[in-house]
């Protein structure tokens, strides 16, 4: 079972910078797909973007409209981590974040990850 832990939520300025960041203890992550998926008050889930393994020949996914320029995922792997950097915030991207992962990039907005992370809450306010 893979536990998945996110951290660097918190609360930020419009146009302030956040870092989350997906670890796994004692596993690296290089071996799976982690995607970011987030959940604003209300609403559905929304798969923000996901990067295929190390190993993998796939692309992974592109970011939606909403945070494409400000949003960007990247390795660690001299650590196996995973981070999210968040730029521009902008109150609509308040939202609870999860990692999550799975053995490749799941079908665009299917969310069918494996495992899941408990989430970090981001909080922009207007």
């Known amino acids: 079972q893979l536990q998945l832990v996110e951290s660097g939520g918190g609360l930020a300025q419009v146009g302030g910078s956040l870092r989350l960041s997906c670890a796994a203890s004692?596993?690296?992550?290089?071996?799976?797909?982690i995607g970011w998926v987030r959940q604003a008050p209300g609403k559905e889930r929304e798969e923000v973007i996901c990067?295929?393994?190390?190993?993998?020949?796939?692309?992974?996914?592109d970011y939606p409209d909403s945070v494409k320029g400000r949003f960007s995922i990247s390795r660690d792997h001299a650590k196996g981590t995973v981070y999210l950097q968040m730029n521009n915030l902008k109150p609509e991207d308040t939202a609870v974040y999860y990692c999550?992962?799975?053995?490749?990039?799941?079908?665009?907005?299917?969310?069918?990850?494996?495992?899941w992370g408990q989430g970090t809450q981001v909080t922009v306010p207007s």
């Open positions: 004692g596993v690296t992550l290089d071996n799976y797909a």
């Open positions: 990067i295929p393994s190390t190993r993998s020949h796939s692309s992974g996914t």
């Open positions: 999550a992962a799975a053995w490749g990039c799941p079908w665009p907005g299917s969310l069918d990850y494996d495992f």
